[in-house]
C-alpha cells in the first residue's frame, strides 16, 4: 500500500537528507529516486541548483539588486524569480524590462537562462512575440517593455517587474520612474534587478533607495559555467578595471573631481611587452605609526622611449619599521633599482639607517612634503592625461587609491591613507623632474 505524502513533507525530508548523508550517501539516495521526482527536485532552482548569491534575499524588500559578472546566472535567477511569482499569484501582471525590445526577447526571453528555457516541465509559457505578451500556465501574464519606449510604460499596473541590464538603458531614469509609478497592483509589489555595474546615475540612485537589496556575485562563482571559459577569463583580463567590472560585478564609483579618472587610468595601462629600462627607482611612503599601518612601497621605471612606468607594488603592513625598510630592500633587490626616494617627514631616516645597517650600496633620497598630496601628485596626474606616464600592468589597490584622491585635497579612497599613490608619486616625480645636463667647458 503506496502512503501519498504532502509536497512539503518531502521538500522537508530531501533537505534534511541533503545536510545528514555523506556524499556517497546522497548520491545513492538521488540514484534511486523516481525519474518524475528527480525532475521536480532539479526544477526546483532556488532550493537545489542556485548557488551562492542567486538566492533570493530573506526579510522585507521591495527590490532585489542583483549585482555581478558576466556568466554568473544573473539571468537564470531572474527568470526563476519571475516563474515562481508567476505560479503563486495566477493573475499577476509582470513588467519584463530590459535596453530593447529585442534584448527582453533574446535574453530574457528566449535565451539560454530566459523564461522559455528555466520552465518546468509541463507549464510552458505560451509566448505571443507579435503582442509582446508571455502567458503563464497559471494565468498571470509577463508585458515586454523597452527602456527606449518610457512611455509605454506610463499607466500600465503590475504586481512584479523584472529588469535587466539596468546599467545600459538608455532614457533609463524616464523608464524607470514610469515603471515605479505603476507598480501598485497586489498585496506587496517587488522587483528584481539583474545587471553588470556601472557606475551610472540610475544605477547609484536604484541602490541608495529605502526597501532595496542588494546580493553581488562573480563569475568565477557560477560552478555551472564551462572551467575553460573561466580559466580563460580570468587569464585574459585577471584584475584590470574591465575584469573586475564585467567578471567579479565591482561597482566603480567615479570621485567628483578626481586626479585619476577611471578612464584615465585605464587608457594609460600599457599593453604589450615593456620597452628597455632606463632608470628604476622604489618610492617609499612609511607609515606615521610604528606598526599597523601600511607600508606604501611602488616601483617605477624609465624606459628608452622616455615614458615613466609603475612596474611594481610591492606595499607591506602591519610590520615595524625594521620589517618595512627590508621590505623596500628587497623590492630594490629585485628590480634593480639605482635609488629609493622616501618622505623624510614621515620617517624616511630609518629606511636609510637600515639600509646602511645591512651594507647596502643602494643610495636614498630623502624628499620633503612642503606641498599637500594632490599639489605633489598635479604634475604626475597631468603626465598620465598626457601619455607621459603608464601602468605596466594592473595594480588594483594602487588604482583604487589613485581614483581617491581629489583636485580639492581630500582622498575618497580605501583606507585611511593613500600610502600606494604617496608612494608612487615620489618615484614618478624622481623620474620626470629635469636631471642637469654635464657641462662642458671650452679651455
Avoid at 525530508?13 to 556524499?23: G, H, I, K, M, N
Avoid at 509582470?94 to 530593447?100: K, P
Avoid at 516541465?121 to 503563464?136: D, K, L, M
Avoid at 605633489?376 to 594602487?398: D, I, S
Wanted: proline share 7%.
Amino acid at each position: 500500500m503506496t502512503v501519498p505524502i504532502d509536497k512539503a513533507d518531502f521538500a522537508d525530508l530531501l533537505e534534511r537528507a541533503a545536510w545528514t548523508f555523506s556524499d556517497e550517501e546522497w548520491a545513492w539516495f538521488v540514484k534511486g529516486l523516481p525519474p518524475p521526482v528527480l525532475r521536480r527536485m532539479f526544477e526546483e532552482f532556488f532550493h537545489w541548483q542556485a548557488h551562492e548569491g542567486q538566492g533570493e534575499p530573506e526579510g522585507e524588500w521591495r527590490i532585489w539588486f542583483l549585482r555581478a559578472g558576466r556568466g554568473f546566472g544573473k539571468t537564470m535567477a531572474g527568470a526563476h524569480w519571475v516563474l515562481d511569482r508567476a505560479r503563486e499569484a495566477p493573475r499577476a501582471r509582470i513588467a519584463l524590462v530590459g535596453g530593447s525590445a529585442d534584448e527582453v526577447r533574446k535574453v530574457m526571453i528566449e535565451g539560454p537562462g530566459g523564461l522559455l528555457a528555466q520552465a518546468r516541465s509541463g507549464e510552458q509559457p505560451a509566448w505571443h512575440p507579435t503582442e509582446g505578451v508571455v502567458r503563464f500556465e497559471s494565468g498571470a501574464e509577463g508585458f515586454v517593455y523597452s527602456a527606449r519606449a518610457p512611455e509605454k510604460l506610463r499607466g500600465p499596473e503590475h504586481d512584479y517587474a523584472w529588469c535587466d541590464e539596468l546599467a545600459k538603458w538608455p532614457r533609463g531614469e524616464i523608464a524607470w520612474d514610469n515603471l515605479q509609478m505603476g507598480m501598485r497592483r497586489g498585496e506587496r509589489p517587488r522587483l528584481i534587478v539583474t545587471t553588470t555595474p556601472r557606475p551610472t546615475a540610475l544605477v547609484r540612485r536604484v541602490r541608495a533607495l529605502a526597501g532595496a537589496v542588494e546580493t553581488t556575485g562573480r563569475t568565477a562563482d557560477n560552478i555551472h559555467s564551462a572551467e575553460a571559459f573561466r580559466a580563460w577569463a580570468a587569464e585574459t583580463y585577471g584584475k584590470s578595471r574591465l575584469g573586475r567590472q564585467e567578471l567579479d560585478g565591482e561597482l566603480f564609483e567615479e570621485v567628483e573631481g578626481a586626479l585619476w579618472t577611471r578612464e584615465t587610468i585605464e587608457a594609460a595601462r600599457r599593453s604589450g611587452p615593456p620597452p628597455r629600462w632606463k632608470r628604476i627607482v622604489v618610492g617609499v611612503d612609511p607609515p606615521v605609526k610604528a606598526d599597523g599601518d601600511a607600508c606604501g612601497i611602488v616601483v617605477c621605471a624609465l624606459g628608452e622611449d622616455d615614458i615613466a612606468y609603475v612596474v611594481a607594488d610591492c606595499t607591506v603592513a602591519g610590520e615595524r619599521p625594521e620589517g618595512w625598510a627590508r621590505a623596500v630592500t628587497r623590492a630594490a633587490d629585485a628590480w634593480g633599482a639605482d635609488r629609493v626616494v622616501a618622505e623624510r617627514n614621515q620617517g624616511g631616516e630609518m629606511v636609510e639607517s637600515v639600509l646602511k645597517g645591512i651594507g647596502s650600496w643602494l643610495p636614498v633620497t630623502l624628499v620633503f612634503a612642503k606641498e599637500g598630496k594632490p599639489g605633489r601628485a598635479e604634475p604626475v596626474a597631468v603626465r598620465f592625461e598626457t601619455g607621459q606616464a603608464k601602468l605596466a600592468g594592473c595594480f588594483p589597490e594602487l588604482e583604487d587609491q589613485l581614483a581617491g584622491l581629489t583636485y580639492g585635497g581630500g582622498y575618497e579612497g580605501p583606507g585611511r591613507s593613500p600610502d600606494r599613490a604617496d608612494a608612487m608619486v615620489w618615484a614618478m616625480r624622481e623620474l620626470i623632474r629635469p636631471r642637469a645636463e654635464p657641462r662642458i667647458r671650452a679651455l
